[in-house]
């Protein structure tokens, strides 16, 4: 029963162009959610989150939204860049205290930024 | 600041084999986290520590150990190793989530094989 869900497994998008990478979930105790990106052979980095609070947060040219009525969360990459091809992981905590019993996972999406 | 640091990076094991996988940060952080990472799927949280002196099952603790041994490391043991733990295992470490909005900080993986 998979808790959080990347319906997605590949996206390809041009340079410059923009990127939406999609998730839901299932578990409406979850309140916090978190994009990671992985380069093959490295660990997860934190891209940025996003508390069930706000519908929206943005970070350079990262900006997440969610709306919690469709338990739907997306990420917006824009321009697309070379350096932004890897695998996104979006991932939810159930904070009971902040987080502290980890996150649970989406599959991925891996994203491929054509020239 | 080295961040979470992980050793082996890489290892080979026999069935019935045992092993520790060693994980240590050096960021202050509270609570510390073994993943496992299988082809196509998302991690999956094995055990977890949300402070010194204190660890909990995740979703997949069969046939592992942990011991938080300080404030700084929090070791993964396979007693008797089978097939079905190769995979890429990642340790993580995080303040407290609500706090910082920064989740969980990763090492780059040991790549465990079981022959």
């Known amino acids: 029963d998979q808790q959080v869900k990347q319906n997605s497994p590949s996206l390809s998008v041009q340079e410059g162009r923009i990127s939406i990478l999609n998730c839901d979930y299932t578990?409406?105790?979850?309140?916090?959610f978190l994009w990671y990106k992985k380069y093959p052979a490295e660990g997860p980095t934190f891209l940025i989150s996003i508390s069930s609070i706000k519908d929206k947060n943005e970070d350079g040219r990262f900006t997440v939204f969610l709306n919690k009525s469709a338990k739907h969360l997306s990420l917006h990459i824009v321009p697309s860049q070379p350096g932004d091809s890897a695998v996104y992981f979006c991932a939810a905590s159930g904070v009971s205290g902040g987080g502290a019993d980890g996150l649970t996972f989406g599959k991925g999406t891996h994203l491929i930024i054509q020239p | 600041n080295a961040g979470v640091t992980q050793t082996p990076k890489f290892q080979v094991l026999k069935t019935g084999q045992s092993m520790t996988l060693q994980c240590a940060q050096d960021m202050n952080h509270n609570s510390m986290y073994w993943y496992r990472q299988d082809p196509g799927m998302g991690l999956r949280l094995i055990y977890y520590s949300a402070s010194e002196g204190t660890t909990d099952k995740g979703e997949v603790p069969n046939g592992y150990n942990v011991s938080r041994l300080n404030k700084r490391e929090f070791s993964l043991r396979l007693e008797s190793a089978a097939p079905s733990q190769t995979s890429v295992y990642f340790c993580?470490?995080?303040?407290?989530?609500?706090?910082?909005?920064?989740?969980?900080?990763f090492g780059p993986g040991t790549r465990l094989t079981v022959l």
């Open positions: 993580a470490s995080s303040s407290l989530l609500g706090g910082s909005g920064l989740g969980q900080f």
């Open positions: 578990n409406s105790m979850f309140d916090y």
